[in-house]
T-cell receptor, first 114, second 111 residues
Framework: DAGVIQSPRHEVTEMGQEVTLRCKPISGHNSLFWYRQTMMRGLELLIYFNNNVPIDDSGMPEDRFSAKMPNASFSTLKIQPSEPRDSAVYFC????????????FGSGTQLSVL | GESVGLHLPTLSVQEGDNSIINCAYSNSASDYFIWYKQESGKGPQFIIDIRSNMDKRQGQRVTVLLNKTVKHLSLQIAATQPGDSAVYFCAENTDDYKLSFGAGTTVTVRA
């Protein structure tokens, strides 16, 4: 099993540009999570999908952030327009059931907005 | 070596010694807890979990202890190795699906 796959590993962009982060969860997992990690705030849950449906997006910081899960094997997190304060590591994680089950994390996308 | 939860975010331990990493959780209703290990440049990696109906659970070289009375969780690593150097996070299941992560403890293993 290849685990959770994220792309790109690193993204450097200029303020105002659109950024799209991609995630392929573990096959068979029905729950997908997007997290953001910074030194100041640690790991923050942005959005949670269950069976491709967004269940809780209360962690999405602003309307500039959006996430989609068109099918069970793919999800995107988009930031438009990006700002320097969005610089962080973004992790995608998946789990089999979502409720009280361990999460498997991808390697993350290091985003730098200049 | 021993750390005291979120108030001492770093732990230095001699190779071969046992490590104890502590975590104070916030929600008395939490029923599921996980320890994750995060190495530099990688995502958090599952180490061990425990449900609230248990006090102790053992894995390979790791033991998790849960004290619900004082809302305290600890991770014990036996015979710490250089590969154990990482940031360790405790996480509690605070809602149906949400995991709330602690700030993390950086463990450095001295040769």
């Amino acid at each position: 099993d290849a685990g959770v796959i994220q792309s790109p590993r690193h993204e450097v962009t200029e303020m105002g540009q659109e950024v799209t982060l991609r995630c392929k969860p573990i096959s068979g997992h029905n729950s997908l999570f997007w997290y953001r990690q910074t030194m100041m705030r640690g790991l923050e849950l942005l959005i949670y999908f269950n069976n491709n449906v967004p269940i809780d997006d209360s962690g999405m910081p602003e309307d500039r952030f959006s996430a989609k899960m068109p099918n069970a094997s793919f999800s995107t997190l988009k930031i438009q327009p990006s700002e320097p304060r969005d610089s962080a590591v973004y992790f995608c994680a998946s789990s089999l059931a979502g409720v009280g089950e361990k999460l498997f994390f991808g390697s993350g996308t290091q985003l730098s907005v200049l | 070596g021993e750390s005291v939860g979120l108030h001492l975010p770093t732990l230095s331990v001699q190779e071969g010694d046992n490590s104890i990493i502590n975590c104070a959780y916030s929600n008395s209703a939490s029923d599921y807890f996980i320890w994750y290990k995060q190495e530099s440049g990688k995502g958090p990696q599952f180490i061990i979990d425990i449900r609230s109906n248990m006090d102790k659970r053992q894995g390979q070289r790791v033991t998790v202890l849960l004290n619900k009375t004082v809302k305290h969780l600890s991770l014990q690593i036996a015979a710490t190795q250089p590969g154990d150097s990482a940031v360790y996070f405790c996480a509690e299941n605070t809602d149906d699906y949400k995991l709330s992560f602690g700030a993390g403890t950086t463990v450095t293993v001295r040769a």
